[in-house]
RNA sequence: GUGAGAGUAGCUCAGUUGGAUAGAGCAUCGGAUUGUGGUUCCGAGGGUCGCGGGUUCGAAUCCCGUCUUUCACCCCA
């Protein structure tokens, strides 16, 4: 009976495994050194748990069971959840900030597309404990240095950044009423999947004409102070306060040597209603992928979780997108393999088999990635099979083994040596 | 959950109007090659044509169902 793969998971053989190790070992890298440290929950948490932030119909979206005691326990589709559970039980105890990553596994029970499958791993960095919005671009500064690391050039992506407080705050400034926020939200999220016109008659269909009219001339703004030909800020209030915000927050990126990744755009909205502050997404600049990654100021998440009003802010990439992207622009080509050996050890008759295994144990021991051929086969099959490993020397079992020796191949160059076996175990890297 | 396209060897694909034993390249394994690799040459293995049903003298080919997959919608934490 022949079983098949589920639905939207992927089997990593040797080969896709490299590749994705490269990449978790790079989000990990980023993350040390701009100064997070790695936690972990479990991938179950219950049910309940993923419905506080995110409603009802978040159910269908998710793998959920109930376990043999009757309890509604969910497959994590996400980790902040599981961070604000783990943040608020320690939360006296844990100095600020709190810096913290992760690489979960993660699990949506949607329709397989385009970058997006059942099963994915995304990177978490979250900042909580910190108002300013040091903490926002510090952010936003290791997603790019990680991008920038693995090749992707301000050519390729954008980081495109904005704040729902601004959005919120000019919103009701143009007299949209409280309860239109959010699905107002959901709309402007759209505009650019919409064309103009169908995005401006539904604009106008929920708040009128002359409202609508504003709400575009806003979506379009190139830069931050342009906003306020559109609505006017007062002294002190809410407006005013975004804007600060989005002018520093683009001052720090500046120091941090990253402006010409970054631009300002009023068009990021993001889906979900628990943002509160700047949020950004990095988009490729040819458009034709979803966002690579996203995140933003979430300052009442843990309140919201049953802990203390602690403000946070993070980001969320996942793997999929980032990997059609890296291949989109030729970043994968280079060579990443599992398999590369330091030694592959050639007995070249049968009876030197014994030889081999010791001589490779013995490197081994030493440290060095080595290993040998299972038969004695020709010596032209076995160079071909060093170099299908990628071995940078061949140590060859030979003739020259009655007067104790061994020869030492380097494989790049072609050249090789004939040295007494005793003193190349006592030191291979001398040859 | 809704809609559209696709499914032939491990991979990429060919296969005439429905016709006889379903092919190629790459990959794998073996040999040329009993002391020198990346090249070359020769050979071999590998298929329930996704699966099930129907039409037909005859189906990889046509029809229906189903599964998988791709893309889009919903949603996007």
């Not at 458009?287 to 009442?300: S, V, W």
């Amino acid at each position: 009976m022949k079983i098949l793969p589920v639905k939207g998971t992927r089997d990593f053989y040797p080969e896709e495994m490299a590749l994705h190790n490269w990449i978790v070992d790079g989000w990990k890298k980023a993350s040390i050194r701009n100064g997070f440290e790695e936690y972990d929950g479990p991938i179950f948490e219950y049910l309940q748990m993923y419905q506080v932030k995110s409603g009802d119909e978040i159910v269908e979206q998710l793998f959920s069971f109930k376990d043999r005691g009757e309890r509604d326990l969910a497959i994590r589709p996400e980790i902040t959840p599981t961070l604000a559970r783990m943040v608020n039980q320690k939360i006296n105890a844990l100095p600020k900030p709190i810096k913290w990553f992760s690489l979960p596994r993660l699990c949506r029970a949607e329709r397989p597309q385009k970058g997006r499958l059942r099963e994915f791993f995304q990177w978490n960095i979250d900042i909580i404990g910190e108002d300013s919005v040091l903490a926002d671009a510090e952010v936003i500064f290791t997603t790019v240095d990680y991008l920038r690391e693995v090749g992707l050039t301000p050519k390729d992506i954008k980081v495109k950044i904005s704040s729902r407080k601004l959005l919120a705050t000019v919103l009701k400034k143009i007299g949209v009423p409280d309860e239109k926020l959010n699905p107002l939200y959901t709309l402007l999220d759209k505009k650019v999947k919409l064309p103009a016109e169908v995005f401006s008659t539904t604009l106008t269909e929920q708040v009128g004409g002359e409202m609508a009219g504003r709400i575009i001339a806003f979506m379009g703004s190139q830069t931050i102070t342009s906003i306020e030909n559109i609505v006017k800020a007062e002294a002190g209030d809410q407006l005013e306060v975004a804007i600060k915000e989005l002018e520093d927050c683009a001052c720090r990126l500046n120091q941090m040597g990253i402006s010409d990744y970054c631009v300002f755009d009023p068009g990021i909205v993001r889906g979900l209603a628990y943002y509160t502050g700047i949020v950004f997404e990095v988009h490729d600049i040819q458009g034709d992928l979803r966002a690579i990654c996203g995140g933003g100021r979430y300052d009442n998440l843990l309140r919201d979780f049953g802990g203390p009003a602690v403000s946070a802010t993070g980001m969320g990439m996942g793997d999929c997108v980032l990997e059609i992207l890296l291949r989109e622009k030729g970043l994968l080509d280079k060579k990443i393999t599992s398999r590369t050996l330091d030694y592959y050890v050639v007995p070249i008759a049968g009876e030197l088999l014994d030889e081999a295994v010791k001589l490779t144990a013995g490197l081994r021991t030493k440290g060095f990635k080595s290993a040998f051929s299972y038969k004695a086969a020709g010596l032209s099959k076995q160079l071909k099979n060093a170099s299908e490993q990628n071995a940078k020397f061949c140590v060859i079992i030979g003739d020259e083994f009655k007067a104790g020796n061994v020869v030492v191949k380097d494989m790049a160059s072609g050249q090789q040596k004939t040295v007494p076996l005793e003193d190349f175990l006592g030191n291979p890297e001398k040859f």
